[in-house]
């Protein structure tokens, strides 16, 4: 049996209560963060005009676009609610996995499973396999830089978990996860600097073309002998590792050791802001931070991706996001790690582009040997009058290795919820959402805007 029928056999035959339960309460924990994010990013101004479109054009259904009155077909809401849900770049990832498995997975799933009035516990399962294969892809090919990861090896995932939910055989499932990893797209890294919002449609394409596979299998198309290993080890990765992807497929999961964003922007740039709160933690409150204009300058050395995302020339709020030197400015000149960090307000302040000029970075490569497995990262604050605050970051919180606590991740679904929900019906919502493997119906879990 090669790597592609394990697979699939894996895919058709594990059932939901052979997962482990410290991996099935990270997904939950998933499906509440990811469900906010996309009520969150459907209201920015780009996704409201997106979805009236959408709306005109496109198919009616029963899938919901979360956070807004929209209902359409599944393939159509499910590439909205990707694209929204990569927004405010809060959406899970998988540093293990090269990317974001949850938001290539989930929206897909969930608007099949309200389309079809499926249960949480049906939506969980294939989210939960659909996930893990994706995952598992991802960890055994070496990431090219500039191609960025979403709607790669995720269209994969996108088309498992569409599949199972339609009750999908070992054998179809077989030429599917082949056909979908032969669908990829080749979206760049370089867009995501420059700000380019395309780049929150590349996780759509998961969507759009995950469930498209699943239509072409059932049409009668076939598929490449092995799309896994052509896409992941030649036209867009390299060095592409079959044996990797089903090494201790069923009894580890990488599910598991997934991560929840804390703040708004790339995940490399944590490791930065968590050195320099290491650095201003001795002073106490952020009131006791010191001034902008006491600052001499900054040091940062860190592993490769922390180095590569060094753009000053920022042309708007996306691109803030992408940027190492940026994060850390805001941070200091807002005096908190928030959204308001990256905001448009933020990119208008020109305290933050002053101190933005006398932040210094690196790439240590010694510390890029040890990524992913450690994220290091090194910061100095060199203020006037020679006192210097010293700030390092080894793992990244919300990493398994520096988990973060269940009351962060609440949080953070609330700050993101209040932009479509009432306290309230976010409240009943997040505990619907952490047991929705409970839910009997799911076109019955209303995501509509209050």
């Not at 499906?31 to 996309?38: E, L, M, P, Q, R």
């Not at 999908?168 to 599917?176: N, T």
């Not at 080890?233 to 201790?248: C, I, M, W």
């Amino acid at each position: 049996m090669n790597y592609l029928e394990q697979l699939a056999e894996f895919a058709c035959e594990t059932r939901l209560d052979v997962v482990p339960p410290q991996a099935l309460a990270h997904l939950r924990v998933i499906v509440a963060d990811t469900v906010a994010a996309c009520a969150a990013g459907n209201q920015e101004a780009e996704m409201q005009a997106m979805g009236a479109r959408q709306s005109e054009l496109c198919g009616a259904g029963e899938a919901q676009v979360i956070g807004t009155r929209w209902r359409l077909n599944p393939v159509d809401a499910a590439a909205l609610n990707a694209c929204a849900g990569c927004w405010l770049e809060l959406d899970e990832g998988n540093l293990e996995s090269n990317g974001h498995p949850g938001i290539q997975v989930l929206p897909s799933a969930l608007a099949l499973a309200q389309q079809l009035e499926l249960s949480g516990e049906r939506f969980l399962r294939a989210c939960a396999i659909g996930y893990e294969i994706t995952a598992r892809i991802g960890s055994a090919c070496d990431m090219r830089m500039s191609i960025h990861p979403h709607g790669t090896y995720g269209v994969v995932g996108g088309a498992v978990a569409t599949g199972l939910l339609l009750g999908m055989g070992p054998e179809a499932m077989r030429a599917l996860i082949s056909l979908a990893a032969a669908s990829p797209m080749a979206g760049n890294r370089q867009g995501m600097k420059e700000g380019s919002t395309l780049r929150n449609w590349y996780a759509s394409h998961s969507a759009i073309m995950g469930q498209t596979a699943v239509r072409l299998i059932q049409s009668g198309f076939s598929a490449p002998l092995d799309g896994v290993a052509a896409t992941c080890g030649d036209v867009l990765f390299d060095n592409f590792r079959p044996e990797q992807v089903v090494a201790g497929l069923g009894s580890r999961w990488l599910l598991q050791d997934g991560y929840i964003k804390l703040y708004g922007c790339g995940r490399p740039i944590h490791a930065a802001i968590d050195a320099l709160r290491d650095a201003l933690r001795p002073l106490g409150t952020s009131n006791d931070w010191p001034q902008v204009e006491s600052i001499e300058k900054i040091e940062i050395c860190g592993f490769g991706f922390v180095a590569f995302l060094n753009r000053r020339d920022i042309g708007n709020a996306f691109a803030t996001r992408f940027s190492t030197p940026w994060a850390v400015a805001s941070v200091l000149v807002n005096r908190s790690h928030g959204l308001e960090c990256f905001s448009e307000s933020a990119l208008a302040n020109a305290s933050i582009h002053a101190l933005l000029e006398r932040i210094e970075l690196r790439e240590e490569p010694a510390y890029s040997q040890q990524f992913p497995s450690r994220q290091i990262c090194d910061l100095r604050i060199h203020l006037r009058g020679g006192k210097l605050l010293t700030g390092r970051c080894e793992v990244i919180r919300g990493e398994p290795a520096n988990p973060a606590d269940a009351s962060d991740y609440a949080d953070k679904f609330f700050d993101m919820a209040q932009r479509a929900w009432s306290v309230e019906r976010a409240t009943e919502l997040h505990r619907r959402l952490l047991a929705i493997d409970q839910e009997p119906d799911l076109r019955l879990l209303d995501l509509s805007k209050d």
